[in-house]
C-alpha cells in the first residue's frame, strides 16, 4: 500500500517552460511534504518543502503548492533549464516519524 | 551546509561474502541516522533507522541478521550487508537529520551494492 504516489515516471519539457511534477498521497495525518532532487548514482538532496498549515510555499524558481482536500501536491519550476534534468522524489511524513518516499519522476529539460 | 558522507560509492562483491557500508556525518552530530534501499524505477525504501548507543529499528519485512546496523558514535554508522546474494544487489542511501531540525534530512551519495 503506497502511501505517496506519483504516478508519472517520466515528463520531458522544453527548455524555458514550466515544469509541473505531481504527488497524491493517501495518509490524511501527513503533515509535512518534502521534494528532493537526485542525479543518477548520488543520494537525492532537499529541495523544497510545505507544511500542512500552508497551501504554497515558493523559493526562487521552485514553487510547491498542496491541496489538502484532494491529498494532492505539486512542484513547479519556472523557467526549468537542463540542469534541472534529474529524479524528483516527493516525501512526506507525520510528526518526527521518517519520510515516506514517492517512485519518483524522471524530468529531462530538453535545450 | 552539513554534509554526510558515505562510503564506499560502489562495490562488487561475491555471493557469499559480507560488505560493510559507512555513513558519517562530516560537520554535525547525528543521533540518528536512516538507511534506504533503492531498487531501480522503484522508491527509496526505509530499511531501518538507527540510533546512537541504542539497536537499530527495522521495518517490516527487513533482514535484522542479514542487513547489521552499528551506530556507535554521533558520526558514525555503519550497515554490513552479511552474507551477500545476488538479491541484495542494489543501491543503498543513508541519511542523518539535525536533531531538532526536522527538515534537515541530509542523504550520502549512496552505494551502488553488485553481487556477482
Known amino acids: 500500500d503506497q502511501q505517496v504516489k506519483q504516478n508519472s515516471p517520466s515528463l520531458s519539457v522544453q527548455e524555458g517552460r514550466i515544469s509541473i511534477l505531481n504527488c497524491d498521497y493517501t495518509?490524511?495525518?501527513?503533515?509535512?511534504f518534502l521534494w528532493y532532487k537526485k542525479y543518477p548514482a548520488e543520494g537525492p538532496t532537499f529541495l523544497i518543502s510545505i507544511s500542512s498549515i500552508k497551501d504554497k510555499n515558493e523559493d526562487g524558481r521552485f514553487t510547491v503548492f498542496l491541496n489538502k482536500s484532494a491529498k494532492h501536491l505539486s512542484l513547479h519550476i519556472v523557467p526549468s533549464q537542463p540542469g534541472d534534468s534529474a529524479v524528483y522524489f516527493c516525501a512526506a511524513s507525520v510528526g518526527n516519524t521518517p519520510l515516506v518516499f514517492g517512485k519518483g519522476t524522471r524530468l529531462s529539460v530538453i535545450a | 551546509g552539513a554534509v554526510v558522507s558515505q562510503h564506499p560509492s560502489r562495490v562488487i562483491c561475491k555471493s557469499g561474502t559480507s560488505v560493510k557500508i559507512e555513513c558519517r556525518s562530516l560537520?554535525?552530530?547525528?543521533?540518528?541516522m536512516f538507511w534506504y534501499r533503492q531498487f531501480p524505477k522503484k522508491s527509496l525504501m526505509l530499511m531501518a533507522t538507527s540510533n546512537e548507543g541504542s539497536k537499530a529499528t527495522y521495518e517490516q519485512g527487513v533482514e535484522k541478521d542479514k542487513f547489521l546496523i552499528n551506530h556507535a558514535s554521533l558520526t558514525l554508522s555503519t550497515l554490513t550487508v552479511t552474507s551477500a546474494h545476488p538479491e541484495d544487489s542494489s543501491f543503498y542511501i543513508c541519511s542523518a537529520i539535525i536533531p531538532g531540525d526536522r527538515e534537515k534530512l541530509f542523504f550520502g551519495s549512496g552505494t551502488q551494492l553488485s553481487v556477482l
Open positions: 560537520d554535525f552530530q547525528a543521533t540518528t
Open positions: 495518509n490524511s495525518m501527513f503533515d509535512y
